[in-house]
């Protein structure tokens, strides 16, 4: 095998070269098939067309590239990440799964395993263009139903109309959908996140991607002059939305591996001179227990009610999204942990507080997930960075996990996610 480092500078030479492919000049954003994509497809199947590989795009737009097997008719592993991104973005969320796969692949110099590997570079998993997530796993799992593709981007175009204009017949979006022979889906990806610089760890095997609950909490009062209106006479939804924002974060604070956000508020009417009588407010509560984010939401709703009552105010909320915690494979996991220990790093075990393709294909198939430091824990933005030492131990460490699996007749008999 080349020398590890020769070919974590590759990848992370390949995952800037890539950055160059954007929508936008002097910033990376690549959204659901938007031309930059091309690129992207073109250079990746360029790196992998010497190796033998075949390679398509499928309807959903999904770069989907298969290195054989040494045994006709074998079944398929999967490999990958997303090759989209956020507007004004980093150049490693995602990509760096998809190209540190490749390596993976250019690492075996010609040598064929006992299962095909599939490399797949997901059209989309970020929900930028279409405010709906996932498009491209959704597609190989068979859940990218008509509904979703009559949604609009802020154009009005829909999504059957990008994947027409990308030149691409969205009634075949059922072929795009994985049979039978996959036997499981690995994603490498950065952390995101400061937990693994934190702790010194260059990589972390995620054990569960935590659920989610997103929810909409609108505070009504009553709007009125801010000079003549006593304090003591005041029903100020932005005063109560405030207090409600303080106990939000005091209750997660206190809550073990809780974690609550409100990151969007908007009053009304939104004049300096005026008491606000409305304010709407987004909240955001994740963990990797179900019933513990539930109880969670019931207690801040609660929190929301006491607040309102007391200041003579009104509440009410939306549940907006329901995700329910995806734990991953127990059988990948444990054989990922013993790759990262064999890469002679510590098997740290984790949650992932972010969603990934990897909740989506679980559905399907047995998945794991393989996380890398994050320095400065910066993600979605243009200082999001790897060190070449990580990405060289997260090499070796993928590796031994398709050695490990290949020489495992447990895996091999493995034919769908029971």
Same mark, same amino acid.
């Given at each position: 095998?080349?020398?590890?480092?020769?070919?974590?500078?590759?990848?992370?030479?390949?995952?800037?070269?890539?950055?160059?492919?954007?929508?936008?000049?002097?910033?990376?954003?690549?959204?659901?098939?938007?031309?930059?994509?091309?690129?992207?497809?073109?250079?990746?199947? =360029?790196?992998?067309?010497?190796?033998?590989?075949? =390679?398509?795009?499928?309807?959903?737009?999904?770069?989907?590239?298969?290195?054989?097997?040494?045994?006709?008719?074998?079944?398929?592993?999967?490999?990958? =990440?997303?090759?989209?991104?956020?507007?004004?973005?980093?150049?490693?969320?995602?990509?760096?799964?998809?190209?540190?796969?490749?390596?993976?692949?250019?690492?075996?110099?010609?040598?064929?395993?006992?299962?095909?590997?599939?490399?797949?570079?997901?059209?989309?998993?970020?929900?930028?263009?279409?405010?709906?997530?996932?498009?491209?796993?959704?597609?190989?799992?068979?859940?990218?139903?008509?509904?979703?593709?009559?949604?609009?981007?802020?154009?009005?175009?829909?999504?059957?109309?990008?994947?027409?204009?990308?030149?691409?017949?969205?009634?075949?979006?059922?072929?795009?959908?994985?049979?039978?022979?996959?036997?499981?889906?690995?994603?490498?990806?950065?952390?995101?996140?400061?937990?693994?610089?934190?702790?010194?760890?260059?990589?972390?095997?995620?054990?569960?991607?935590?659920?989610?609950?997103?929810?909409?909490?609108?505070?009504?009062?009553?709007?009125?002059?801010?000079?003549?209106?006593?304090?003591?006479?005041?029903?100020?939804?932005?005063?109560?939305?405030?207090?409600?924002?303080?106990?939000?974060?005091?209750?997660?604070?206190?809550?073990?591996?809780?974690?609550?956000?409100?990151?969007?508020?908007?009053?009304?009417?939104?004049?300096?001179?005026?008491?606000?009588?409305?304010?709407?407010?987004?909240?955001?509560?994740?963990?990797?227990?179900?019933?513990?984010?539930?109880?969670?939401?019931?207690?801040?709703?609660?929190?929301?009610?006491?607040?309102?009552?007391?200041?003579?105010?009104?509440?009410?909320?939306?549940?907006?999204?329901?995700?329910?915690?995806?734990?991953?494979?127990?059988?990948?996991?444990?054989?990922?942990?013993?790759?990262?220990?064999?890469?002679?790093?510590?098997?740290?075990?984790?949650?992932?507080?972010?969603?990934?393709?990897?909740?989506?294909?679980?559905?399907?198939?047995?998945?794991?997930?393989?996380?890398?430091?994050?320095?400065?824990?910066?993600?979605?933005?243009?200082?999001?960075?790897?060190?070449?030492?990580?990405?060289?131990?997260?090499?070796?460490?993928?590796?031994?996990?398709?050695?490990?699996?290949?020489?495992?007749?447990?895996?091999?008999?493995?034919?769908?996610?029971?």
């Amino acid at each position: 095998m080349r020398n590890s480092k020769t070919l974590a500078l590759e990848v992370v030479e390949r995952c800037q070269a890539l950055a160059r492919h954007s929508e936008d000049t002097g910033s990376i954003r690549r959204t659901f098939l938007c031309p930059a994509m091309r690129g992207c497809h073109q250079k990746i199947t =360029s790196w992998l067309a010497p190796l033998g590989a075949s =390679s398509r795009i499928d309807a959903a737009g999904n770069l989907r590239i298969t290195y054989p097997s040494s045994e006709a008719n074998a079944p398929r592993l999967l490999l990958g =990440s997303h090759l989209d991104s956020v507007p004004n973005a980093g150049a490693y969320d995602g990509i760096l799964g998809v190209v540190l796969a490749a390596a993976l692949l250019s690492a075996l110099e010609g040598r064929k395993l006992p299962y095909a590997v599939e490399l797949v570079g997901f059209s989309e998993e970020e929900g930028v263009r279409f405010a709906t997530p996932f498009l491209g796993s959704r597609a190989l799992v068979g859940t990218l139903n008509a509904d979703m593709l009559g949604r609009k981007d802020a154009q009005g175009v829909t999504i059957m109309e990008a994947i027409e204009g990308f030149g691409l017949n969205p009634l075949e979006i059922p072929e795009a959908r994985i049979g039978e022979n996959v036997l499981g889906y690995i994603e490498f990806h950065i952390e995101q996140g400061p937990l693994l610089e934190s702790l010194g760890h260059p990589l972390g095997v995620v054990e569960t991607i935590v659920g989610q609950s997103r929810l909409e909490v609108t505070f009504l009062g009553h709007a009125n002059h801010a000079g003549t209106t006593p304090m003591h006479l005041r029903q100020d939804a932005l005063a109560a939305a405030a207090e409600w924002i303080c106990a939000v974060e005091n209750h997660a604070k206190h809550t073990s591996e809780l974690v609550a956000t409100v990151g969007a508020i908007q009053a009304k009417p939104g004049t300096g001179n005026v008491i606000a009588g409305e304010a709407r407010l987004s909240l955001d509560v994740r963990h990797r227990v179900d019933t513990a984010r539930k109880t969670a939401v019931s207690y801040l709703l609660h929190e929301a009610e006491e607040i309102a009552t007391r200041r003579g105010l009104t509440v009410r909320s939306r549940i907006l999204l329901e995700q329910p915690a995806v734990p991953m494979n127990p059988f990948l996991v444990e054989q990922a942990a013993k790759a990262v220990s064999l890469a002679g790093c510590e098997a740290y075990r984790m949650v992932s507080g972010a969603g990934h393709d990897a909740m989506i294909m679980a559905s399907r198939v047995p998945s794991a997930m393989i996380f890398l430091r994050t320095p400065g824990g910066v993600s979605h933005d243009p200082e999001e960075s790897v060190a070449v030492a990580d990405v060289a131990k997260a090499i070796e460490c993928g590796c031994h996990l398709l050695e490990r699996l290949a020489n495992s007749e447990e895996f091999l008999r493995r034919k769908q996610h029971a």
